[in-house]
């Protein structure tokens, strides 16, 4: 299969590596936000061109107000101190989902960090931020009722906030959860589904290397023989 061209990840498990390590969630969290930045450049630094990062979702919003408040601090400084990495890298930033449930100010650094990423060529990092794969749907269907008429697939598509994307092609999920927690739901459908049993912030570039080579040696026969 050679190398996805798409690699969707579940970044599960901080808050189950800080506490094994009698540490305060966040501090999982903040270890897994290093790990994301390292191994995001690893994946296009191997040839993935779509790299999707499942950040946070709309049902986390419903966490203790201490954690989620945690989580803002750490989006606050990925998006100050990271932006310009990805200028660096050549690589243009993306982030989906509802940003209206975030602080104000969170939504406004995450498109200005869009803007000032805009002409990178060499790949595209997606952020899932306030994102829920159930809410996404409503809201293509919603806007299909609004337009009046019937929509084929790729008419449907493109009412998806992943609409400039192709499908994921392999999706990995950290920390020892299968199921999908409301990601990517409709575009999904096809993906080579890779579940590691390591907490996201142990999650090494060697693992995403064997999952990759996982996927290089499977068949997708997408409903055919
Ligand atoms: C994933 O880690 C990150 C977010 C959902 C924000 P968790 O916080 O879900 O960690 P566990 O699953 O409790 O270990
Ligand atoms: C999925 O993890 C969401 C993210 C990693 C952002 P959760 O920890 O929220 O999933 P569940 O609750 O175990 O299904
Ligand atoms: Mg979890």
Same mark, same amino acid.
């Given at each position: 299969m050679g190398i996805p061209r798409h690699v969707a990840i579940i970044m599960d498990g901080n808050g189950r590596w800080a506490k094994k390590r009698l540490l305060p969630r966040v501090a999982g969290h903040r270890e897994g936000m290093k790990r994301m930045v390292s191994l995001s450049?690893?994946?296009f630094d191997?040839? $993935?061109e779509y790299v999707t990062l499942y950040a946070l979702s709309c049902?986390?919003?419903?966490r203790p107000q201490a954690e989620l408040d945690g989580l803002f601090e750490l989006f606050r400084t990925y998006f100050t101190q990271? $932006?310009?990495h990805l200028v660096q890298k050549n690589i243009s930033l993306r982030v989906i989902g509802d940003l209206a449930l975030l602080p104000s100010d969170i939504a406004l650094l995450a498109r200005k960090g869009e803007e000032r990423t805009a002409g990178g060529t060499r790949g595209t990092l997606v952020l899932a931020v306030a994102y829920g794969g159930r809410q996404e749907l409503l809201s293509a269907v919603n806007a299909a009722v609004r337009?009046?008429?019937e929509l084929d697939e790729e008419g449907f598509r493109g009412l998806l906030s992943t609409a400039e994307f192709p499908d994921p092609d392999l999706l990995i999920r950290t920390g020892n959860e299968k199921r999908l927690s409301n990601f990517l739901l409709w575009q999904s459908a096809y993906t080579e589904l890779y579940f590691s049993e390591k907490m996201f912030p142990a999650f090494t570039d060697a693992d995403l290397d064997r999952a990759l080579k996982d996927y290089a040696g499977r068949e997708r026969r997408y409903g055919r023989i």
């Open positions: 450049d690893h994946a191997a040839g $993935v049902e986390n919003l419903f990271n $932006v310009e337009g009046g008429k």
